[in-house]
């Protein structure tokens, strides 16, 4: 009885992953897909926003969205879409799996990098300001244009070994590289990708904030105190919004890094996890979490990019309103002209 019971309570519960992921990742791959684009469109068309900072955060933006659309490609590829099995097959499986293990981690590692690449501007423009000029639109180039050869070269392993393999029954698109190589792919990556820039950062940081106290210092002059205030307030701003992005980041590629070392070595330990939730939390929806949240950040505490995004918008109440005002007056002054 319970040998002809327990493949209904199996099917039933992968059924009840598929109904409970399978909306969820949708709708956060639409909030990552439409909040990096804006990001982008609202640097593009807004010169103030045209700065060394918002550069690196429209790179963010890009990488983001890519890891957001690279999703998908794996998550057809694991059983948890439907208890039947994946919904792609032989080839085209294949494909999905290593083009979309490859970018997911290409993204990541575009990110943690274009964080440490803002966090050593900041530095520079607030500890030694005068030196900002090093920082030429060609150096920014190069700077960029490595944040994205490095970790291109640096995945080249998850494009080469990810395979769909079959673990008791089980598909899985996974890292079939020699086990004492993962570890080795997988701590080079933690150690230099992750724990050294975070470390930087959060010595850059601690840096920044002292500049800033010392800065802010009152001085006698009511107009350089005035000036001093505010910089020191748009630079806290500026600190706030970063410090926000890192955060989100950290917990959840934090978590997402220790599944897949857990997914690499220990395949079978997922296999306890019958109705797939760490699968879903883990491995899909953090790092879908951490793609789109970081453009609400930077909408949520950045003036300028609100006032940007009201500005481009054809649907901005504020624009709207706006229009609606100038064209009541412009009545009115053609009304009110003598005939």
């Avoid at 440490?116 to 501007?121: H, R, S």
């Avoid at 904030?209 to 505010?230: E, G, H, T, W, Y």
């Avoid at 857990?262 to 296999?271: D, E, N, W, Y």
Wanted: hydrophobic residues 50%; contains cysteine.
């Amino acid at each position: 009885m319970n040998n002809s019971t327990f493949p209904d309570v199996e099917r039933s519960c992968w059924l009840f992953s598929s109904i409970f992921f399978t909306p969820l990742l949708v709708v956060i791959s639409l909030a990552a897909f439409v909040g990096n684009i804006l990001v982008v469109i609202v640097v593009s068309k807004t010169p103030i926003l045209k700065t060394s900072t918002n550069f690196y955060y429209v790179n963010m933006a890009i990488s983001d969205f890519l890891g957001a659309l690279f999703t998908w490609p794996v998550y057809l590829t694991h059983e948890i879409i439907t208890s039947r099995g994946s919904l792609l097959h032989g080839t085209l499986a294949s494909a999905a799996c290593k083009t979309g293990a490859y970018v997911r981690l290409l993204s990541y590692l575009v990110s943690i990098l274009s964080m440490l690449l803002i966090a050593v501007e900041r530095y520079i423009a607030i500890v030694y300001p005068l030196k900002v000029i090093l920082f030429t639109r060609k150096t920014r180039a190069v700077l960029i244009l490595a944040a994205w050869l490095i970790p291109i070269v640096h995945s080249l392993p998850h494009i080469l070994y990810f395979e769909v393999e079959a673990v008791d029954q089980i598909a899985l698109c996974r890292f079939s590289w020699n086990s004492s190589m993962i570890m080795l792919f997988y701590a080079t990556t933690f150690l230099v990708f992750f724990a050294v820039p975070l470390i930087s950062i959060s010595i850059l940081y601690t840096v920044i904030v002292r500049a800033l106290v010392r800065k802010a210092i009152p001085c006698d002059d009511a107009n350089q105190n005035s000036f001093q205030m505010k910089r020191y307030k748009h630079s806290q701003n500026i600190m706030r919004l970063f410090k926000s992005i890192v955060a989100v980041f950290v917990g959840c590629y934090l978590l997402y890094t220790m599944f897949l070392i857990i997914k690499a070595t220990v395949p079978k330990f997922l296999l306890k996890d019958e109705c797939k939730w760490m699968l879903g939390i883990f491995y899909f929806m953090l790092p879908l979490l951490s793609s789109s949240v970081n453009p609400f950040i930077l909408f949520l505490f950045s003036t300028n990019y609100r006032q940007a995004l009201q500005t481009l918008c054809p649907f901005s109440c504020r624009k709207c309103c706006t229009k609606v005002r100038r064209g009541a007056e412009r009545n009115y002054r053609v009304s009110s002209v003598p005939e």
